[in-house]
T-cell receptor, first 114, second 117 residues
Framework: DTGVSQNPRHKITKRGQNVTFRCDPI?????LYWYRQTLGQGPEFLTY????????KSRLLSDRFSAERPKGSFSTLEIQRTEQGDSAMYLC????????????FGSGTQLSVL | AQKVTQAQTEISVVEKEDVTLDCVYE???????LFWYKQPPSGELVFLIR??????QNEISGRYSWNFQKSTSSFNFTITASQVVDSAVYFC??????????????FGSGTRLSIRP
C-alpha cells in the first residue's frame, strides 16, 4: 500500500493557460474523489468516480474543469483557461468500496495562477 | 442541504491540558455519517473516526474521545492530556447515505489547534 499519489506537487501557471493534474489512488480502491482547498478553509468537494464512471460533479465546478478516470485506475483533473481564483490546493482521495468509507488522501497539488 | 459548522477557528492550549473541538451539523437525512480528520503541518489529511447516525455511543481511543449527540446535532472531539504533536487543523465532516452510490463528504472549515510546550 503506497498511498494516494498526486503529481505534480506544485504548479505555477499564467492566467489563461491549461493545466492537468494526475492522481494515482491506492491500488484496487474503486472510488476516487477530487477536492479543492483554499487557505483557512476545509476541502470542497469537486467530483467523484466509482471505477471509470463519474457519478457526481459539484455545481460549483465550472465548464472549465473536467476530470477523467479512463480505466478506473488513475484520474486526471484538467483546468482550462485558468483564472487567479483557481489558485488552491487540489486534493485527491480514494476509498476501498461502495459506501461511506473513510477517505485516504494524497498530499495534493498546489496550483498558483499568476 | 447539508452543512458542517466548526465555530472555533483557532484554539491554543498549554501541553497536558484537555481540549474540546466543537462540531455542529445540519442534514435532512435520517441516515448519515460523521467524520473527523486531522491535517498536520505536512498537509495530508488523516482519517480519525467515522460514526453513523444510528450509533450514538461515545467512543474513546487513547487520548481521543468523541461525543455524538443527535439531539443537538453535535459531534464534539476531545483530546485529553494534549501533546505538541496534536498541533494540527482538525476537520469535522458529514456525508449523507440516502443512496450508497451518491455519497460525498462535506467538510467544515476546520479548527486550528496549537499546543504550546
Amino acid at each position: 500500500d503506497t498511498g494516494v499519489s498526486q503529481n505534480p506537487r506544485h504548479k505555477i501557471t499564467k492566467r489563461g493557460q491549461n493545466v492537468t493534474f494526475r492522481c494515482d489512488p491506492i491500488s484496487e480502491h474503486n472510488r476516487l474523489y477530487w477536492y479543492r482547498q483554499t487557505l483557512g478553509q476545509g476541502p470542497e468537494f469537486l467530483t467523484y468516480f466509482q471505477n471509470e464512471a463519474q457519478l457526481e460533479k459539484s455545481r460549483l465546478l465550472s465548464d472549465r474543469f473536467s476530470a477523467e478516470r479512463p480505466k478506473g485506475s488513475f484520474s486526471t483533473l484538467e483546468i482550462q483557461r485558468t483564472e487567479q481564483g483557481d489558485s488552491a490546493m487540489y486534493l485527491c482521495a480514494s476509498s476501498p468500496r461502495v459506501g461511506n468509507e473513510k477517505l485516504f488522501f494524497g498530499s495534493g497539488t498546489q496550483l498558483s495562477v499568476l | 442541504a447539508q452543512k458542517v459548522t466548526q465555530a472555533q477557528t483557532e484554539i491554543s492550549v498549554v501541553e497536558k491540558e484537555d481540549v474540546t473541538l466543537d462540531c455542529v451539523y445540519e442534514t435532512r437525512d435520517t441516515t448519515y455519517y460523521l467524520f473527523w480528520y486531522k491535517q498536520p503541518p505536512s498537509g495530508e489529511l488523516v482519517f480519525l473516526i467515522r460514526r453513523n447516525s444510528f450509533d450514538e455511543q461515545n467512543e474513546i481511543s487513547g487520548r481521543y474521545s468523541w461525543n455524538f449527540q443527535k439531539s443537538t446535532s453535535s459531534f464534539n472531539f476531545t483530546i485529553t492530556a494534549s501533546q505538541v504533536v496534536d498541533s494540527a487543523v482538525y476537520f469535522c465532516a458529514l456525508s449523507e447515505a440516502q443512496d450508497s452510490s451518491a455519497s460525498k463528504i462535506i467538510f467544515g472549515s476546520g479548527t486550528r489547534l496549537s499546543i504550546r510546550p
